[in-house]
């Protein structure tokens, strides 16, 4: 089944302790990027990644980090997380950027992350 | 960069009526909008797509209208279903940077 998968689903963690939420896609998808949706805010892009070893900051990049070693992963990595990160965030990948010719796209279940 | 606002925020519509949402933007190179629906507590999903070199696109029960000179986009939904019940985001790509911004979200509650 095509898919992207996160993990986890929900994460409960302390000021500072730095995490890793993980996103995989087995589409082949060259296009993947990080969203983090709060109330009354929508969805904003954190960071995006046009293929290996191409990413860009989207306009929430502070505070994190991701890295494209591999096509189908993109990990967000938040080496001091705040609790102004606790947040539920979204992978989501294309096969092409947004608007070439691409099918939309593909969101992850999503990552509750609460910061205390 | 790219600015997306939609109206109204939260809409309410008796089911069998038509809803229609209505997204402005601010780069009028923008040249794709998308519309994602997010039912409680499920992600995203892609419902509609228009670019720019075209009007109006229709799929079923929903339609999208693009107006380029007064820059703004609208999502028709006809002969309203209770499962049309969700958050509905409206979306441009920021022409030359491979990107979407998104806009806050809609509210959409079909009463049955």
């Known amino acids: 089944e095509a898919q992207v998968t996160q993990n986890p689903r929900y994460l409960i963690t302390v000021t500072g302790k730095k995490l890793t939420v993980t996103c995989s896609q087995n589409m082949n998808h060259e296009y993947m990027s990080w969203y983090r949706q709060d109330p009354g805010l929508g969805l904003r892009q954190i960071y995006y990644?046009?293929?290996?070893?191409?990413?860009d900051k989207g306009d929430v990049p502070e505070g994190y980090k991701v890295s494209r070693k591999e096509k189908r992963n993109f990990p967000l990595i938040l080496e001091s997380p705040s609790p102004n990160q606790t947040s539920l965030y979204f992978c989501a990948s294309s096969l092409n950027p947004p608007g070439s010719g691409s099918y939309g796209y593909t969101f992850g279940s999503g990552t509750r992350l609460t910061v205390v | 960069g790219e600015n997306v606002e939609q109206h109204p925020s939260t809409l309410s519509v008796q089911e069998g009526d038509s809803a229609v949402i209505k997204c402005t933007y601010s780069d009028s190179a923008s040249n794709y909008f998308p519309w994602y629906k997010q039912e409680l507590g499920k992600r995203p999903q892609l419902i509609i797509d228009i670019r720019s070199n075209v009007g109006e696109k229709k799929d079923q029960r929903i339609a999208v209208t693009l107006n380029k000179t007064a820059k703004h986009f609208s999502l028709h939904i006809t002969e309203t279903q209770p499962e049309d019940s969700a958050v509905y985001f409206c979306?441009?790509?920021?022409?030359?940077?491979?990107?979407?911004?998104f806009g806050k979200g809609n509210q959409v509650v079909v009463i049955p």
């Open positions: 979306a441009a790509r920021y022409y030359g940077n491979n990107r979407l911004a």
């Open positions: 990644s046009m293929n290996v070893e191409v990413t």
